[in-house]
């Protein structure tokens, strides 16, 4: 086994003049990347960080962010990967649980969430830069470290997801999962150094991680890295940087076949991977974009994604076969091995060591549970066909998928009690064409009051992908004996749901 650090040694000194990032006119080769990373962790290193440490990373998709990534990892030290989008509480939490000592930030960030982040910015030592070259100056007077000398199974990284009943989870991945999902992921799609990745989606996410970078560390081929995803300009850009993939979640392409109706093939991409396709769109990115899906079943905890179409074993419809590195199984509601075409639980196990999750940060109780009879449970129903394919149905647990982001109803609920007029309030997912969910809240008031006020109050204590879409009036919240809440009677009611997006507009 080998490290995140070795693996980018190794491709410096096989490609050092190759390009590894494009940003806009920007470019950084692979020997420039490595030697950045290498004296950021050498002044990290001098400011006390040491092997082990939780490092909190705010930025946004730019080359500073990859620099600090690998500059941390050098160290033996884990990256704490934060949303940017959260706020209030929500941004605090992760840096307050995983015991972060240190925030490495984008001044833009830091000037905007100054007042979120309060008194960590005192308790914590702070590095901020503003760009590139404001990175590069301050790490310039450094020497380059020493290339980590470390195991495959250390930890590297802390990815937060969230949970159906608490705070959200910190998912800690080691070196080896990381670099088992790129060499994977290039066997699977037969990426090569002559590659050029697009990488639009937040690089604080498990999709570009481990999907764009470690393939990209395993080739030697290029990261064209794009500050968010535009309908508009997606094309433009594509043949601009002569991309040749990207990752993706669902409702990318949703967005992309809803928007862009006439037929492109006039661009140089031939293929994306990732989760969360409809079958509808799926043919339709083929016919009109001439681009092929690989459709995979992945989450941070299971080293990223576990099973994959490829370009050997192609199924429509389906998320692929399984990594030869693990076992993947539906069973029962007791453990069981179900018959192939029947529905189940999806559990995963590792057949080579350390290329799953080493289990949630600070939370033995959880880690212990989800990996229920040696098998990590992930909460999901799909089923297998008799050739091994895996087909995603659905979820068992109760976490809000909208637009690629995991969303907890519990923590919205705790939000939405904060309100002053409302007495109690549920939170579930309804269908939707684009995000795939969008986000219902339903709602017991103690008094009348305009449901368009909610978007502002929230604004300030949840990330704006959780605002909820819809509102619902209600007398009672339907709750089991055991006070649970019926969430499945709240979605299949749609009576005087209200439409916040168009309350807003009107206001």
Request: hydrophobic share 40%; net charge negative.
């Amino acid at each position: 086994m080998s490290t995140i650090s070795s693996k980018l040694h190794e491709q410096a000194q096989r490609n050092g003049a190759t390009t590894a990032i494009v940003f806009d006119e920007a470019t950084f080769t692979w020997s420039e990347l490595r030697d950045l990373s290498l004296k950021t962790s050498s002044m990290l290193r001098e400011r006390g960080v040491k092997q082990g440490d939780r490092v909190a990373l705010l930025c946004g998709n730019r080359p500073a962010f990859l620099i600090a990534w690998f500059a941390i990892a050098n160290i033996g030290a884990i990256t704490v990967s934060i949303n940017t989008g959260l706020v209030g509480d929500g941004l605090r939490y992760p840096i307050v649980q995983s015991e972060a000592t240190t925030i490495v930030i984008e001044g833009a960030l830091l000037r905007d969430k100054a007042n979120d982040l309060g008194d960590l910015l005192t308790t914590r030592q702070v590095i901020g830069f503003d760009d590139e070259d404001e990175l590069i100056s301050i790490v310039a007077p450094f020497d380059a470290d020493a290339v980590y000398d470390g195991k495959g199974s250390d930890p590297v990284s802390i990815i937060y997801t969230s949970g159906t009943t608490g705070r959200p989870k910190g998912v800690l991945n080691c070196h080896e999962a990381f670099l088992a999902s790129g060499y994977w992921m290039v066997d699977r799609l037969a990426i090569t150094a002559d590659d050029r990745i697009m990488v639009f989606l937040p690089l604080f996410h498990t999709n570009p991680q481990m999907y764009a970078v470690m393939s990209a560390l395993e080739t030697g081929c290029t990261i064209i890295l794009r500050p968010r995803f535009s309908v508009s300009k997606f094309f433009d850009e594509a043949r601009r940087f002569q991309c040749t993939m990207f990752t993706y979640v669902g409702t990318v392409l949703s967005m992309l076949t809803s928007r862009l109706r006439e037929p492109c093939h006039n661009h140089s991409i031939t293929r994306c991977m990732g989760g969360g396709c409809p079958s509808g769109v799926w043919s339709i990115v083929q016919e009109r974009f001439g681009i092929q899906p690989y459709e995979l079943y992945g989450m941070t905890e299971i080293g990223g994604w576990v099973t994959s179409n490829s370009t050997k074993d192609y199924r429509f419809g389906s998320c692929g076969k399984a990594r030869p590195d693990v076992a993947v199984r539906i069973v029962d509601d007791q453990d069981e091995l179900v018959p192939p075409g029947s529905t189940g639980e999806i559990v995963v196990r590792p057949e080579r060591p350390f290329v799953l999750l080493l289990g949630y940060w600070n939370d033995p109780k959880t880690t212990w549970e989800s990996s229920q009879n040696l098998w990590f449970h992930t909460g999901d129903v799909g089923l297998m066909d008799e050739d091994g394919y895996l087909y995603f149905k659905g979820r068992l647990k109760e976490i809000i998928r909208r637009g690629g982001e995991n969303i907890s109803p519990f923590e919205l609920e705790i939000a939405l009690l904060d309100y002053p007029d409302i007495k109690d309030a549920a939170v579930v997912g309804v269908p939707d064409a684009i995000y795939g969910e969008e986000i219902k809240a339903v709602i017991v008031p103690k008094r009348p009051f305009a449901p368009a006020s909610l978007v502002d109050f929230l604004k300030t204590r949840v990330a704006v992908y959780m605002i909820p879409r819809y509102v619902q009036f209600a007398q009672t919240i339907p709750r089991t004996e055991t006070q649970k809440i019926q969430r499945h009677l709240l979605q299949q009611d749609n009576a005087g749901v209200i439409d916040l997006n168009r309350e807003v507009s009107d206001a």
